[in-house]
């Protein structure tokens, strides 16, 4: 029954962390345009070397390399949308990432604490971790930048900012912070699609993290 209680426990904290980040970027503030501190997804490449039948080898291991036709736009605006979603790709793919990352890491270590009440205590270590860095890089974040956020968010963590919230909360007030984030033309429900509406988007991120654009 303990062990029932404490993955409970550990699920509800994992919750609450998603529906912190969620509430973060509910509350993304529009803001012009920025440039400034974009990071660049660099390519990984190992060198090596391995025995083979008494041989020394040397090898080379390299991340993927994505080969896709020319872009192709009816018109100028087109290109400048493109260009736009390169530029904000690369500015919150790191976010994400980070969130996914943080996500594992706190869960891997809740599980070496005995107790509930550390459990507890630690994540609201995490919490306020959270806000001091999150909040006001959430707040640098153009409206466009903050959609794409949530949809990699979902891309990373396999769970919408939306069902975050409804799981910790539940439906009543997770609606509220959808309507909250739809007034400023956003929504929390918004799910990553990489075979639909999303495809382009994939392409974009898969060419970032494979540091070709």
């Given amino acids: 029954m303990n062990d029932g209680r404490e993955k409970s426990s550990n699920f509800a904290g994992m919750k609450r962390m998603m529906f912190l980040l969620g509430l ?3 509350l993304v503030t529009p ?3 920025q440039e400034i501190g974009d990071p660049e997804f660099v390519p990984m490449v190992k060198v090596s070397k391995t025995l083979v039948d008494g041989d020394t080898i040397q090898y080379m291991e390299m991340q ?4 896709y036709p020319e872009p192709t736009f009816k018109n100028k605006r ?4 493109y260009t736009r979603l390169v530029r904000n790709v690369k500015k919150v793919l790191p976010i ?3 969130v996914r990352q943080m996500l594992i890491e706190t869960a891997e270590y809740i599980e070496t604490l005995p107790s509930k009440s550390e459990r507890e205590a630690h994540l609201k270590r995490v919490e306020a971790s959270i806000v001091k860095e999150y909040k006001p890089r959430m707040k640098k974040l153009t409206l466009a930048q903050g959609k794409l956020l949530i949809k990699l968010v979902d891309r990373e963590c396999n769970s919408t900012a939306y069902e975050a ?3 910790f909360v539940g439906p009543v007030k997770a609606g509220w912070w959808q309507a909250f984030a739809w007034v400023f033309g956003a929504s929390l429900k918004k799910g990553y699609r990489p075979d639909g509406v999303d495809k382009l988007t994939e392409r974009v991120v898969l ?3 494979a540091g070709q654009i």
Wanted: charged share 15%.
């Fill in 24 to 26: 973060l970027v509910a």
């Fill in 78 to 81: 087109q290109q400048q949308a």
């Fill in 207 to 209: 060419m970032v993290e």
């Fill in 31 to 33: 803001v012009s345009a």
């Fill in 64 to 67: 993927n390399v994505y080969v």
């Fill in 96 to 98: 994400a990432k980070e």
């Fill in 165 to 167: 919230i409804q799981a």
